[in-house]
């Protein structure tokens, strides 16, 4: 059974770097079945999908937040992270990891992981 | 990337059936056979319900059926029942391994 697992400070300032890491169990990140990816969903608020890597490295971004986000893996780890920087109140989320078979749905998804942006 | 446009609400009664309907353009929705639908419960990561418009992850209720007509997709829960009442949101592929979500459902079982 896969399982992924969102972990970094649930605090950032304004202007910062968000920084969250996914580990992935029971399942290799470097399959080359799957893409691996972010999405978040603001208090109250609706999904967005942030972006996605391949285990080769290549990412794929949400055209609006492009700028802003970064996307890596670790293959050795069984990991693969996003930094979103210059952040603002407006991504204050539960950032979710998922999994994507073939790039066009998601089937396994942690549990989530809430940032709040705020001095 | 504008999101797809889904109802805000849905409500019937247990037993009947319910339609969320799913509108995107021809750069998504009316491009691809690749629209996935999650059911997501207060407090929960969503769970995907149909995937590729109409197929169902193995473990899905057959009460969940998905279906596309141009760029309009839609998801109907038959024999609703008390569990069901969630937030639903449909997804599609847009192009260049990207993808965009709806704004979200909730479905309220009277």
């Known amino acids: 059974q896969v399982q992924l697992q969102e972990s970094g400070p649930g605090l950032v300032k304004p202007s910062e770097t968000l920084s969250l890491t996914c580990t992935v169990s029971?399942?290799?990140?470097?399959?080359?079945?799957?893409?691996w990816g972010w999405i978040r969903q603001p208090p109250g608020k609706g999904l967005e999908w942030i972006g996605s890597?391949?285990?080769?490295?290549?990412?794929y971004h949400n055209p609006s937040l492009k700028s802003r986000v970064t996307i890596s893996v670790d293959t050795s780890k069984n990991q693969f992270s996003l930094r979103l920087s210059s952040v603002t109140a407006a991504d204050t989320a539960v950032y979710y990891c998922?999994?994507?078979?073939?790039?066009?749905?998601?089937?396994?998804w942690g549990q989530g992981t809430l940032v709040t942006v705020s001095s | 990337q504008s999101a797809l446009t889904q109802p805000a609400s849905v409500s019937g009664s247990p037993g009947q059936s319910i339609t969320i309907s799913c509108t995107g353009t021809?750069?998504?929705?009316?491009?691809?056979?690749?629209v996935s639908w999650y059911q997501q419960h207060p407090g929960k990561a969503p769970k995907v319900m149909i995937y590729d418009v109409s197929k169902r992850p193995s473990g899905v209720s057959n009460r969940f059926s998905g279906s596309k007509s141009g760029n309009t997709a839609s998801l109907t829960i038959s024999g609703l029942q008390a569990e069901d009442e969630a937030d639903y949101y449909c997804c599609s592929y847009a192009g260049s391994s990207t993808l965009v979500f709806g704004g979200g459902t909730k479905v309220t079982v009277l």
């Open positions: 998922a999994r994507e078979p073939g790039s066009d749905w998601l089937d396994y």
């Open positions: 890597i391949y285990y080769s490295g290549r990412t």
């Open positions: 029971g399942g290799s990140i470097s399959s080359t079945t799957y893409y």
């Open positions: 021809s750069s998504d929705v009316g491009s691809y056979n690749l």
